[in-house]
């Protein structure tokens, strides 16, 4: 199985921040990188596909990118609704694996 | 737009079976060249992926699940279904169905989750 590594774990922000998370994956992976939302008691929500792709009616300070084993999550300008947990998923080979998670709160 | 519902036992005792069921609305579960996913959520094991079906009725699974697990489709009802044999307290979390375009595409939409607990 293709093991996916998500850093931080968590991070403290403050609205206005920069927010970077990384996912690395176990073996490369192409572009096949898909970063998820999670907000509690609700089904993960797909922001961005193929490492860099903004899905429709996702805001512009969301973008991805990165190539074969590293990616990259920036939210540029963090917003009261991003406080979430943010996932990466490679859909490279099966079984589709998931990065633990990384918690976004309030400083 | 496609909405999607999982309905599952609540509460499933050790060695049972778990069956939950993912209804398709707004879109039909065989019109189209999709994949359907099967995802769990447990607080120990995170995100899993379980497996999931081509619109053809071929199939993938996990293969640390793959010796319980059988995903099925019923287009006339436009419902997808999850049947995992002999469960222990490690199944145990919210079981999520959902899309996905390509085999290698993200999974949108979601459905809204349901929880599986097993407990004796």
């Known amino acids: 199985d293709i093991q996916m590594t998500q850093s931080p774990s968590s991070l403290s922000a403050s609205v206005g921040d920069r927010v970077t998370i990384t996912c690395r994956a176990s073996?490369?992976?192409?572009?096949?990188l898909h970063w998820y939302q999670q907000k509690p008691g609700k089904a993960p929500n797909l922001l961005i596909s193929?490492?860099?792709t903004l899905q429709s009616g996702v805001p512009s300070r969301f973008s991805g990118s990165g190539s074969g084993t590293d990616f990259t999550l920036t939210i540029n300008g963090l917003q009261p609704d991003d406080f979430a947990t943010y996932y990466c998923q490679q859909t490279y080979s099966f079984p589709q694996t998931f990065g633990q998670g990384t918690k976004v709160d309030i400083k | 737009q496609l909405q999607l519902r999982e309905s599952g036992p609540g509460l499933l005792k050790p060695s049972e079976t778990l069956s939950v069921t993912c209804d398709v609305s707004g879109g039909s579960i065989g019109s189209s060249s999709y994949h359907w996913v099967w995802i769990r959520q447990s607080p120990g094991k995170g995100l899993e992926w379980i497996g999931s079906?081509?619109?053809?009725?071929?199939?993938d699974y996990n293969p640390s699940l793959k010796s319980r697990v059988t995903i099925s489709v019923d287009r006339s009802k436009d419902q997808l279904s999850l049947r995992l044999n002999s469960v222990t307290a490690a199944d145990t979390g919210i079981y999520f169905c959902?899309?996905?375009?390509?085999?290698?595409?993200?999974?949108?939409?979601w459905g809204q989750g349901t929880l599986v607990t097993v407990s004796s």
């Open positions: 193929g490492a860099s």
């Open positions: 073996q490369t992976i192409s572009t096949y």
């Open positions: 079906i081509y619109y053809t009725g071929t199939t």
């Open positions: 959902a899309r996905q375009q390509y085999r290698n595409s993200g999974l949108d939409p």
